[in-house]
């Protein structure tokens, strides 16, 4: 198939596109590179299967030729990212979506939003199932990214309602790998490269808020079954087994055996005191769950960093 993968020189994106170009298809990445980093697919370039366009599309996008399936994934994505660059999140996650949605019904095409988590908010139901409403702040700090994804889904149920467009909706959960940015102001990136510079490794709070960290192939795949499903309602993919930050970081220390200490910063604003997937759903009608283990997945992670870290002290 022809497809169009938006914010594919990011994180999950980049991936994304090596994995469908694995599968056989042709894949147009489009990404502006406010966040994403070219040289996650630069070995992809001289793929005939393979096409970059950088733009940003909030603006309009032209696709020449046949596509298939539209994937939208551009966005900020981490706190970091969506602090600093506040009007484009909320504008990638507004008009991003309406010029994505109006490419794939132009070219009738099935659509897929790269939704998330933050959708729910600071969660008072735990684990947070697709039928949860959430518990958002919209003029908090965090609301830019937040409410700029549960419009996105608003926008796409929209269409697929009055236009019958096929859609796919992922909520995906806190996932981590290789690719990841050094300064990504995550939780996992954060510990780890603190941890190999045996700096002091920083957790906000108290440290006993949880997260459910999934390992970047599992994602992958979850999202590939569910962009080739017929379920045009949300499903929730993530790594069900719950862990505190003072948990992830006493692991990153044991694995990096670091001489880091573990240090205390207050919390920031809005910052979600649970984060765990109900992902029944995705057992069910995707036949899917996370495979990698925590620690195996963060072996790999902590491994990427630092071959890494020695190709650019190598240049």
């Not at 409410?147 to 309602?161: L, W």
């Not at 796919?168 to 780890?192: E, H, L, S, W």
């Amino acid at each position: 198939m022809n497809i169009v993968v938006t914010g594919g020189a990011g994180f999950i994106g980049s991936h994304l596109c090596d994995h469908l170009i694995k599968k056989g298809h042709t894949v147009i990445c489009i990404d502006n590179l406010i966040t994403g980093d070219i040289r996650n697919i630069e070995h992809l370039f001289d793929n005939e299967r393979f096409q970059f366009i950088k733009h940003d599309v909030t603006n309009y996008i032209y696709v020449p030729g046949k596509v298939d399936i539209v994937l939208h994934f551009a966005s900020p994505a981490s706190p970091i990212d969506y602090l600093k660059y506040p009007i484009p999140t909320l504008k990638v996650g507004a008009l991003g979506t309406h010029k994505t949605l109006g490419l794939a019904k132009e070219k009738k095409a099935t659509y897929m939003l790269a939704s998330t988590s933050e959708v729910y908010g600071d969660p008072q139901v735990n684990p947070q199932p697709e039928s949860y409403w959430g518990n958002v702040n919209p003029v908090g700090p965090r609301g830019v990214y937040d409410e700029a994804k549960r419009f996105a889904e608003a926008m796409t149920m929209a269409y697929h309602r009055y236009h019958r467009i096929p859609v796919r909706i992922a909520r995906i959960f806190n996932t981590y790998g290789p690719r990841m940015r050094k300064d990504d102001g995550r939780a996992i990136p954060n510990f780890i490269t603190q941890a190999l510079a045996n700096k002091p490794i920083t957790v906000y709070g108290d440290g006993r808020q949880t997260r459910s960290f999934c390992y970047i192939i599992n994602m992958i795949e979850g999202i590939y079954r569910l962009l080739f499903s017929k379920i045009n309602q949300p499903i929730n993919l993530g790594n069900p087994e719950e862990i505190s930050l003072n948990e992830l970081a006493k692991m990153i220390y044991k694995l990096t055996k670091t001489k880091s200490k573990i240090v205390y910063k207050p919390l920031p604003v809005d910052d979600p005191k649970v984060r765990h997937p109900d992902i029944r759903q995705a057992k069910k009608y995707l036949h899917w769950t996370p495979k990698i283990s925590l620690e195996e997945g963060l072996k790999k992670t902590i491994q990427w960093f630092m071959d890494a870290d020695y190709r650019r002290r190598k240049s």
